[in-house]
């Protein structure tokens, strides 16, 4: 006789049990329920209490399955006992994935601390610059200028820089020297190519050179101010939020400023 093969069948044998409602003889009991002497008008009053009975969870508990292991183990046949072995190995497996179930929860518990600790410690970047994987910064009038590092696997003697507004339009060009190769550090002090200070907003940089005497895209890092920190999840961890309305994850600062 298998246990858990007839788990299911037992706990709705149980279920069906428990549902069904108890016969109690009214003969000669008196109600404290107030009459009016009307049959007609006593048979339109609700009932006191909800007919409706309470949600229960469909989820069987340690506790169930031992109440079932013991009426099993009251009803099985003398002449084929149940296999102790076989009982042991489900008792194990059960106690097994209840463990397991109370280890999720655990872990889930361990996410959530982990997800404002480091909430807390991405705290401490508020009001600084971080440098992020995107080639897109603010400009305003509090700080009017744009600094990145252009990442290069070769020497390139010449690098063409071209900075961008929103709307892809070029409103400065400019080099700068890569003949030292790795990462160069790239300045934009927030003029035009007239020597006029930008409107505020969000500009890229966009970096180009000669490898292999051809033009290639270099990639560009730029720096960003963080203004706030958010929760995120336990997926994303902490969100770092940038002027501009930009957002990135703690994940993704390459490196931090001095205040």
Do not use: C
């Not at 059960?94 to 600790?117: A, Y």
């Not at 050179?209 to 929760?231: I, P, R, W």
Request: glycine content about 8%; charged content about 15%.
């Amino acid at each position: 006789m298998s246990l858990i093969n007839q788990m299911s069948q037992t706990s709705s044998q149980v279920t069906q049990t428990k549902n069904q409602p108890n016969t109690v003889s009214t003969n000669n009991t008196k109600t404290s329920t107030n009459s009016t002497g009307n049959p007609f008008l006593d048979g339109l009053r609700l009932p006191s209490n909800s007919a409706v009975p309470e949600a229960k969870s469909q989820q069987l508990t340690q506790e169930d399955f031992f109440s079932l292991l013991s009426q099993q183990l009251s009803m099985q046949d003398p002449f084929k006992p149940v296999d102790n072995d076989q009982m042991i190995a489900q008792m194990a497996s059960f106690s097994t994935v209840d463990g397991i179930s109370k280890l999720n929860d655990q872990i889930v518990n361990l996410n959530s601390v982990m997800t404002s600790s480091q909430a807390l410690q991405a705290s401490g970047l508020v009001g600084r610059k971080v440098l992020l994987p995107t080639d897109t910064g603010y400009i305003s009038a509090e700080s009017p200028g744009l600094n990145g590092v252009i990442s290069t696997s070769e020497k390139i003697p010449v690098i063409n820089i071209r900075i961008e507004d929103e709307k892809g339009q070029v409103v400065r060009t400019f080099t700068v020297d890569g003949s030292k190769g790795g990462n160069t550090d790239v300045k934009w002090d927030g003029l035009n190519d007239k020597g006029e200070p930008v409107a505020a907003g969000n500009y890229s940089i966009k970096a180009s050179g000669l490898v292999n005497d051809k033009s290639q895209a270099l990639a560009v890092s730029t720096y960003g101010h963080v203004t706030s920190v958010s929760l995120g999840t336990a997926a994303t961890g902490a969100i770092l939020n940038l002027k501009g309305g930009m957002a990135f994850k703690l994940s993704d600062v390459l490196a931090i400023t001095e205040v």
